[in-house]
C-alpha cells in the first residue's frame, strides 16, 4: 500500500480553492430562484388554484421522482434536440436551471407543510376583519411559516452545495471538475478527491454553524 503523496495533495488546495467561488455562485443563484419559486407553488397548493394546482402537482412528483443527474441531462442534452435554440445554453446556466427546479419541488412541499401547520383560526380571525387571503398570507401566515420552514431549507441549500458537483457532467468545471482533471493528469485519484472532499466538507460545517445560529435565533424570536 503506497502512503499518500502529502506534497501533491498541499499542491492540490489552492488549484481547488479557486474554484470554490462558481461553486458557490450556482448554489447561491440556485438556492434563490428556487426559493422564489418554491414559494409560488406552496401558495398556489394552499389555495388549491383550479388547474393551476394540478400542474404544480405534476412538476413537483416529476422532479422529485426522478434523480437530479437525469434532469441535467435532459436540459443540456435533450431538450436541444427539441428546442435548437437551447444549443447555446452554456454548462453553468443549464445546472442552475436543474438545480433550481429540482429543489424548488422539494422546497415547495416543505413551505406548504409550514403554512399548513399555522393554527387555522389566524386565518379565520385575520378574514373576520375584512384581510384578503393575499394581505393574510402576505402579512400573517407566510412569515410564521418562514421560522417553520428555515432550518430543512437551509439543510436543502446545503445539498444543493454538495450537488453542485453533479455539474462537472456537464462540462463545468468546478470544484469536482478541477479535482477530475487533475486526477486524470496525475493518476492520483485518491489524493485528487480527498482533497475535494474536504473542501466540500467545510463548506458545509461552517453552513451548519450558521445554520445552528439561526435556529437559535428563530427559537428566542417564538419564545418571546
Not at 418562514?146 to 444543493?160: E, G, Q
Not at 466538507?201 to 445554520?211: K, P, T
Request: no cysteine.
Amino acid at each position: 500500500m503506497r502512503p499518500l503523496d502529502i506534497a501533491y495533495m498541499g499542491n492540490m488546495l489552492p488549484v481547488i480553492a479557486s474554484y470554490i467561488p462558481l461553486t458557490l455562485f450556482m448554489a447561491v443563484v440556485g438556492m434563490v430562484l428556487a426559493l422564489v419559486l418554491a414559494a409560488v407553488f406552496a401558495v398556489v397548493r394552499v389555495l388549491r388554484v383550479p388547474i393551476i394546482d394540478r400542474v404544480v402537482a405534476v412538476f413537483i412528483s416529476f422532479f422529485r421522482g426522478t434523480p437530479l443527474l437525469v434532469q441535467l441531462f435532459l436540459f443540456y442534452y435533450g431538450l436541444p434536440q427539441l428546442f435548437p435554440s437551447l444549443t447555446s445554453l452554456d454548462g453553468v446556466t443549464a445546472a442552475i436551471i436543474g438545480l433550481t427546479l429540482h429543489f424548488a419541488a422539494y422546497m415547495a412541499e416543505s413551505i406548504r407543510g409550514a403554512i399548513l401547520g399555522v393554527d387555522r383560526s389566524q386565518w379565520e380571525a385575520a378574514s373576520s376583519i375584512g384581510m384578503t387571503q393575499g394581505q393574510v398570507l402576505r402579512r400573517i401566515i407566510l412569515p410564521q411559516a418562514a421560522r417553520v420552514a428555515a432550518p430543512t431549507l437551509m439543510n436543502y441549500f446545503i445539498d444543493m452545495i454538495k450537488s453542485t458537483s453533479l455539474a462537472f457532467t456537464l462540462g463545468v468545471t468546478e470544484m469536482m471538475g478541477a479535482a477530475q482533471k487533475e486526477a486524470a493528469g496525475s493518476f492520483l485519484y485518491l489524493e485528487a478527491f480527498l482533497v475535494v472532499a474536504l473542501f466540500y466538507w467545510a463548506i458545509v460545517e461552517i453552513l451548519s454553524v450558521g445554520q445552528r445560529w439561526i435556529e437559535r435565533h428563530l427559537g428566542r424570536a417564538v419564545a418571546r
